[in-house]
Every structure is written in structure tokens, then in C-alpha cells.
């Protein structure tokens, strides 16, 4: 696959004596990158048909049946257990975008307007933790808020309460503290970009035409600033939804969402064509949803200005 | 007026540490609980121990885990890289039909939630009659370091002055002798970060390797094994700090590698300037 790609990269196109499509550049670029196509096109698009297409069968222990039903759709969607989940899991991914977009704006805008020369280092410094293990953040997690943990022992160390407390792990505020902070670059990054690309001259016009800070800041930096806030959303909404890690270890009862029963339909359950459908009906509604945000805050953004 | 000016930034200052704080809680807590003598993490500590790393080395079943996560680390982040290589250099070079919907497809994986692509990639496998192994993983990961591989690369390649190119044509330098002396030396870099940055996502991932994995574990698959046991947790979190400055210390070569290559650049194009 690899071979003729490299040839096309050492003989560039001006030098073909023939003139025909096969040495345009069309036809070279999708050479090129034809390998990588065709790798992303049987690793994902082909999983993701399959998926779709097992939804719409059923299972016998080990047999597949392959006649069209919608029996599991009706099952994804009726049976309050998943409806329920899922319900919770978009709502825990909604908070989770919220709450990792407004801390990190600030973050962006002090890196981007006050950064100075240490941009770059600021920024290394907010990828790094993003780039230890997941697993283990969770697990720290788990380590602070405990009934042993780091947070009890602070509040008792202050004389803020007198004995631990185990409100803190087992429930949703542990599963959506856990994600706000394992997605936090996902959110500071495209923000920044966005913030980066804002020609300064419009905030000194503004300057100059009156505007004080905040009113410079609601109608030049943040509408103009709305793409970043929008990649953000979307980068960290639509993958929440799909944890299993943090509510398995930090959720207890009340934190289980969609992916726990997902992985439970490929594992233990064994039941694909319902875990399929369970997937397909994730991924429609999230969408749906992250649609339905980044269509609010554009028409905010546009309202604003 | 100016008051208010003066105030924001130091508000945001002290807004920044603490976001910064918030970030590094975690991750400092592993280092301190895992040389601590107390074999559950709480406060106060009880005393310094290096117990807990000594008994990692004569964990067989970690040693393996250690020795398969190297093995897969090392093929995925090659093959993802050979794969960002020709995406990133056809998307900075040419303009070929369907261009913008390509790159979206190959940056996909990044806001696709990772289960989904789990659990599509294994019923591929198991459709193929693939038996689950570390391959299996490999071929997971390629496909979730893509993305990133793709943007270090395409934002190495895009600073590339393509006049260098011509003009070593221009001297007389044969396409491949060009490739070799010009092009190479100046994407090297990027390709060099975007190694890097592969190793380190393959090195920690979990999801994919938890459901494409047959019997061999990876250091992550091994770690979650051990989180159900409360006796286990010190070396989790020994093993959790190894990790943590292994994936420091390659983040931080990567990037020293692509801020000098990128201030050579620049240099290089104040000269031509």
C-alpha cells in the first residue's frame, strides 16, 4: 500500500510527460493519502455499519439470527432500566460540558490576552496532566473523595466537620467532578485557538468608540469566540456520554450511565444485537443534543452582536 | 478604569494557579501514597517506604504487562505515524476532491465516544474470525492515535516552505536526493513528536485494549485487574508513578524537539526574508 505512495512522493507531478489524470494533483493527494483512507475505512466505517446492521438482528445464545427487527430499539428505548440510564448519562455529560467549558474559559483567555512570552508553557503545562493514565486519575479521584480519603482529612484537619463523611464518592457529583477534570484540556485547547484567532484591532476600536472591559468583553472577545466554545462542547459532550471507567469506580449506584450497560450487553450479558442497539441510540441522541447547543450558543453569539 | 485593568489580570493570575491546582491534584497524590508505608492511601502518612516499587520488579504477571504494552506502544505509534505522514502530507500539499470530509473522517475517532468504537471494532474482529491478541490492539490503537498523529504532523508540514524544495531541484538535486536533504530534515520533528505522542497515548489507553485484547494483558488492562483488590493498590500506584514520569519525560522531549525545530524555522525564514 505504502510503495506506491512513496514513488508518487518522490516524483512530483511537474515532471510527468503525460498530462493525464493520473498524474493531476487530485490524483495524488488521494494516492497519498489513500493507505490512511483505507485503514480508517475498515477500522471505523466498516465496525460502524456492522453495528448498525446488528442492531436490527437478535440473538440466540450463541447464534445470530439476521432478520430485520426493531425489537431492540423498542427495548433501548422502553424498558425504563435504559431509559433511565440513558437519560443520566446525557444529563451527566450536559454537566460535565458545562462545567469544563466555563472553568476553562478563563484559563484560555488569561493564557491567550495575558500569556506573554509563556504561552507555549502554560499550555504544556495544561497537557500534562491530561497525559497520565485515565485510569489512574480516576483512581486518585477515588483517593481523595473517599471516607479515608485526602478531602475528609483536610475538612477534619481545618475543624471544618469533626468526623469523615462518605458523601462525597458513590454518586453522581464524584462521576461529574472525575470528568470535568479528565476532559479539562479537551475544553481550554480550541477555546484558546478561537481566542488566538480574534484580530486585536477590534478590541482597541472598541476601546476607542467607549467600550468599557465588560461590555468589550460580551460583544467583541466572547461572540467571537463562540467556534472554540462550540469544539469544546462538542469534543467533551459527545465522548462523555460513553464512559464506563468513572462510574465503575467513583459512581457506585447512582453514577451507572449508558456505556456500563453497553459493556455489559459485550460482555457478561452477551446479548450484541441489544448492546448494538444501545450504542446506535447513544450515539443519535447525543448528537441530536450536542446539535441542539451548538445551534444555541451560535444564536447567542449572533444575538450578543 | 485603570484600577480595574490593573485588577484583572492578577484575578486571573490567582484563577490560573488555581485551575493549575486543580489539575495536579490527582496526579500528585499517586507519587506520595505510593511510598507511603500504609498499604491504604489516607492521612497523615505513616512513613517512607520503597517496598511497594520493589515489589513490582518480582510481579511476573506485571513484568509481562510491561513487556506487551512496549511492544504495543512501539508497533501502534509507527504504524500511526507512516499513517499521519501520508494523510498530513497529502492534506498540506495537494487538493484532491472530498479533501475537508477525508481529514474529518481520519479526525473522527477524537469525539467519537471510545466504547462505541470498542465495541464496533470487536464485532469486526470476531466477524473476521480474528482471534483477539495484542495485534488486535495494535490495530485499535493505530486507529485512535491517528488523530493525534495527524494534527502534529499537518501543523509540522504546514510551516514547510515548499520554494526550498524547488529550489533544490533547481540545483541540480535528484527528486530523492531532495526528499532526503530537504524535506526530511525539516518534517523530522514533527514526525519525531508525533512518535511520541503516539507511544504515550497507546502506553496509558485502556478501553480499547480492555475489550480487543485476548489473554495478554497491557499495563492498563493489568492495572484495572488490580483495582479490585484493596491490598494491591500501593504498587497500582507505584506502578501509576512509573508511568506518570515515563510519560513525562517522552512529553517533554517532544516538545523541546518541536519548539527548536519550530524557532530553526524561523530563523531560517528571517534569513530568507
Known sequence: MTVPAETIVAMPPERGRKRNWLQSESATGLGLISPTLIYALIFLVVPILLVIANSFWTQHYLVVDRTFTLENYRIAVTDPIYRDLLMRSLWISLLVSFFTVVLAYPIAFFISFHGGRHKGLWLFLITIPFWTSYLLRVMSWKVILGYNGVL????????????????????????????????????????????????????????????????????????????????????????????FVTPKLVGGKDGVMIANAIQAQFGKAANWPLGAALSVTTMAVVTAIAAAVVLTIRTAARRIR | MTALRKMLPS???????????????????????????????????????????????????????????????????????????????????????????????????????????????????????????????????????????????????????????????????????????????????????????????????????????GTDATLPVYIWGQLRFAAKLPGVLALGTLLLIASVILLTIAEIVRRRASRRTQNMGGLIA
Open chain 1, 152 to 243: 475528609n482529612a483536610t475538612l477534619m484537619g481545618l475543624g471544618i466537620t469533626d468526623q469523615p463523611s462518605d458523601a462525597f464518592l458513590y454518586n453522581t457529583s464524584a462521576v461529574v467532578i472525575t470528568l470535568t477534570h479528565a476532559w479539562a484540556t479537551f475544553a481550554v485547547l480550541p477555546i484558546f485557538v478561537s481566542l488566538e484567532k480574534i484580530d486585536r484591532t477590534l478590541i482597541e476600536a472598541a476601546t476607542d468608540l467607549g467600550d468599557g472591559p465588560v461590555r468589550r468583553f460580551l460583544r467583541i472577545t466572547l461572540p467571537l469566540s463562540a467556534p472554540g466554545i462550540i469544539s469544546a462542547v462538542l469534543i467533551v459532550m459527545i465522548p462523555t456520554v460513553g464512559d
Open chain 2, 11 to 213: 484575578w486571573l493570575t490567582a484563577y490560573a494557579v488555581l485551575y493549575i491546582g486543580f489539575l495536579y491534584l490527582p496526579v500528585i497524590f499517586l507519587p506520595i501514597f505510593s511510598i507511603n508505608t500504609a498499604a491504604t492511601p489516607k492521612f497523615p502518612l505513616s512513613g517512607y517506604t520503597l517496598k511497594w516499587y520493589r515489589d513490582l520488579a518480582t510481579t511476573p504477571a506485571l513484568t509481562d504487562a510491561a513487556w506487551n504494552s512496549l511492544m504495543v506502544a512501539v508497533s501502534a505509534s509507527l504504524l500511526a505515524t507512516m499513517f499521519g505522514i501520508c494523510a498530513a502530507r497529502a492534506i498540506t500539499r495537494y487538493r484532491f476532491p472530498a479533501r475537508r470530509s477525508i481529514n474529518g473522517l481520519l479526525m473522527a475517532p477524537l469525539v467519537l465516544p471510545e466504547i462505541i468504537i470498542a465495541v464496533s471494532m470487536l464485532l469486526v474482529m470476531l466477524q473476521l474470525g480474528l482471534n483477539l491478541s495484542l495485534i488486535t490492539v495494535v490495530f485499535g490503537h493505530v486507529l485512535i492515535c491517528i488523530p493525534y498523529s495527524l494534527s502534529v504532523l499537518t501543523s509540522g508540514f504546514e510551516g514547510f516552505d515548499r520554494s526550498l524544495e524547488e529550489a533544490s531541484a533547481d540545483l541540480g538535486e535528484s527528486p530523492f536526493g531532495t526528499f532526503r536533504r530537504v524535506t526530511l530534515p525539516m518534517v523530522a520533528p514533527a514526525i519525531i513528536s508525533s512518535l511520541l505522542v503516539s507511544f504515550t497515548i497507546s502506553l496509558d489507553e485502556f478501553i480499547m485494549a480492555f475489550f480487543l485484547t
